[in-house]
């Protein structure tokens, strides 16, 4: 299959850190992208993977394990504003016109 | 620039009737996409395009068809709407030497 797994939602205080874990099947495997949604807005770009490692960006950070066939968002230092769904999605080198499968979606949830 | 925007923001349709949405974005991007997305389901491609004239099926395809006539637009039409359609349509692009997708505000759409 070419599931894309991450959790339905997640609750974290302001000023914390949260971690968004995604898993996938690796076959044919070329980029990994998070996107961040607010209630009812459209999706907006936050990072881009494709070599194992790190990439921060700011208060969000993204890592990515190929062989593991795993991903997380960072939020460090979390802001009422960062509550939002956060989007995982997958590009494969078999999908020559650069097609992306989505995961369903994690909803985090920052309190007071 | 406007980016992506699409037309209508909302619509309310009855079982049978057709509809056309229309995406249209100012940044010369080659690719374009139509997704829908559904509550626990996220983001899921409808059909894509990679330039004028050329379009493709994606995931869900069915109940739907598209139109690249020229580079800026990319038209998604329903011949025969039915209450499985209910969802929110987003439209996005990018440019091929890039891996951002830029999204639209997106469509509101039921179907009685």
């Known amino acids: 299959g070419q599931n894309i797994d991450q959790p339905t939602e997640m609750t974290a205080t302001e000023g914390a850190i949260v971690q968004i874990n995604c898993t996938y099947q690796t076959s044919g495997f070329n980029g990994l992208f998070w996107y961040q949604q607010h209630a009812g807005e459209a999706p907006t770009f936050l990072s881009y993977n494709v070599l194992d490692g790190l990439e921060e960006k700011g208060r969000f950070s993204s890592f990515l394990s190929r062989s593991k066939g795993y991903s997380y968002l960072l939020l460090k230092e979390l802001q009422m504003k960062d509550s939002a769904s956060y989007l995982c999605a997958v590009r494969r080198t078999t999908d020559s016109w650069g097609k992306f499968q989505f995961g369903a979606g994690t909803q985090v949830v920052v309190t007071p | 620039n406007a980016g992506v925007t699409q037309t209508p923001k909302f619509r309310v349709l009855k079982t049978g009737q057709s509809m056309t949405l229309l995406c249209a974005q100012d940044m010369n991007h080659e690719y374009m996409y139509w997704y829908r997305q559904d509550p626990g389901m996220g983001l899921r491609l409808i059909h894509y395009s990679v330039g004028e004239g050329t379009t493709a099926k994606g995931e869900v395809p069915d109940g739907y068809n598209v139109s690249r006539l020229k580079k800026q637009n990319f038209l998604l039409g329903l011949e025969s709407a039915a209450p499985s359609q209910t969802s929110v349509y987003f439209c996005?692009?990018?440019?091929?030497?890039?891996?951002?997708?830029?999204f639209g505000p997106g469509t509101r759409l039921t179907v009685l």
């Open positions: 996005a692009s990018r440019a091929a030497a890039y891996n951002e997708q830029f």
